[in-house]
Each structure stands twice: as structure tokens, then as C-alpha cells.
């Protein structure tokens, strides 16, 4: 059974860089089909779509970050990372990593979650 | 963008009734690429439905999906406490892949 889970730091000082990383187990990262991706919520709003990355290496951002966003993905670890720069206050969410389905961009598996605030 | 409009903002059930939300997009969805999420309080989101009527692996029957377009609805039959959730859409048809707002689920 597929198994995804975020590390990486919960506090992060304005104007730095926010970097998240996604441990995928229970499945080849590798698998074609299907895309990595990473989806954020802020505390009392919505779900945002951040990005989304295929094994091949190929992403899709969402264009309302994409200056500041990069995803990439490592084989070798079984690992897709998130890298957001400079970020701000606004930056302060719950992010989790998710799979979607097979040639579906849905996400069907999704990781517990990891809060990161940003603060000084 | 698609922009996905959710109504109501907050629903209150009793339990054993029926809940009707609602999804709205501002242009047509393609292939009918909507999904519906259930995000309990503490947890990650969870995949209802795609392709606008299909149960993902594990859902229950008493969730439904239907809706074409650009207006579509997601039943929950015979609710339960658990059901106690926030309830988002999300069209995937068009990147950037946009959610709604979400539906706050209440339990009476």
C-alpha cells in the first residue's frame, strides 16, 4: 500500500527559503501515470494546488507561485521535494504531498501533512 | 482559471438525512475532470469521487457524484457523525488545478 510522508522544518523566517520533502514508500516513485504533487492550506481557507512533478522530471506549477516554486523529484531515494523561496507570512500553511491517480490528475493518495509556519 | 464556486458555506444534517452539496464552475470541465475531497478536522484530505460520479477505492455508497458542465453535486445519504467534515471540490481537466472554497458539513 502506498505510503507518502512529508519531513522538514515547521518554522521558517520570512524572506528564506521553505524546502519540504516527500518520502514515498509501498510504490515505485517511478511508476507511469501517475504525477507527484504538493497541495497547501493556510489556516481557515481553502486548498491550493501548488505543483506537480512526473518521475521524468517534468512539473506543472501553479502560475500564482510559480516565480518562487521548484519541484523535483529524486529516483534514487524515492523522494519528490518541494522549494518555495522567499516566502512570507501568507506562506504559513498545512502542505501535504499527495499521488494521483493512474492518467487521472486527481489525487487519490495523500500524505498526513506538515505545518509549517513562518515567522520570525 | 477555473474558479470553482461551492454553496452552501456551512451545512447543518441530522443524522440518518440526506446532504446535497453543491459545485459550480466558471466554465465547462472538460471530460467532466471533478473530484470531490472529505477533509476531517486534523486530517489530510481524502478522494470521494472523480470524474464528476466515480467512487474512489474504499467510499462508501451513500456518497454520490453527478453533474456535468459546469454545475455538480455531491449526496451524502443516510448521514453519519463521521461524516463531520469540510467538503472541497476541485476541477483537474485544466492547470492550474483549482478547489472550491468548501462546504463545512454539520452534524445536528
Known amino acids: 500500500q502506498l505510503h507518502l510522508q512529508e519531513s522538514g522544518p515547521g518554522l521558517v523566517k520570512p524572506t528564506e527559503t521553505l524546502s519540504l520533502t516527500c518520502s514515498v514508500s509501498?510504490?515505485?516513485?517511478?511508476?507511469?501515470?501517475?504525477?507527484w504533487g504538493w497541495v497547501r492550506r493556510p489556516p481557515g481557507k481553502a486548498l491550493e494546488w501548488i505543483g506537480s512533478?512526473?518521475?521524468?522530471?517534468?512539473?506543472n506549477y501553479n502560475p500564482s507561485l510559480k516565480s518562487r516554486v521548484t519541484i523535483s523529484v529524486d529516483k534514487s531515494k524515492s523522494q519528490f521535494s518541494l522549494n518555495l523561496k522567499s516566502v512570507t507570512a501568507a506562506d504559513t500553511a498545512e502542505y501535504y504531498c499527495?499521488?494521483?491517480?493512474?492518467?487521472?490528475?486527481?489525487?487519490?493518495?495523500w500524505g498526513q501533512g506538515t505545518l509549517v509556519t513562518v515567522s520570525s | 482559471e477555473i474558479v470553482l464556486t461551492q454553496s452552501p458555506g456551512t451545512l447543518s444534517v441530522s443524522p440518518g438525512e440526506r446532504a446535497t452539496l453543491s459545485c459550480r464552475a466558471s466554465q465547462s470541465l472538460s471530460s467532466n475532470s471533478l473530484a470531490w475531497y472529505q477533509q476531517r478536522p486534523g486530517q489530510a484530505p481524502r478522494l470521494l469521487i472523480y470524474g464528476a460520479s466515480s467512487r474512489a477505492t474504499d467510499i462508501p455508497d451513500r456518497f454520490s457524484g453527478s453533474g456535468s458542465g459546469t454545475d455538480f453535486t455531491l449526496t451524502i445519504s443516510r448521514l453519519e457523525p463521521e461524516d463531520l467534515a469540510v467538503y472541497y471540490c476541485?476541477?483537474?481537466?485544466?492547470?492550474?488545478?483549482?478547489f472550491g472554497q468548501g462546504t463545512k458539513l454539520e452534524i445536528k
Open positions: 499527495a499521488r494521483t491517480f493512474w492518467f487521472v490528475n486527481a489525487f487519490e493518495s
Open positions: 509501498g510504490d515505485s516513485i517511478s511508476s507511469s501515470g501517475y504525477h
Open positions: 512533478v512526473y518521475y521524468s522530471g517534468t512539473t
Open positions: 476541485q476541477q483537474y481537466g485544466v492547470s492550474p488545478y483549482t
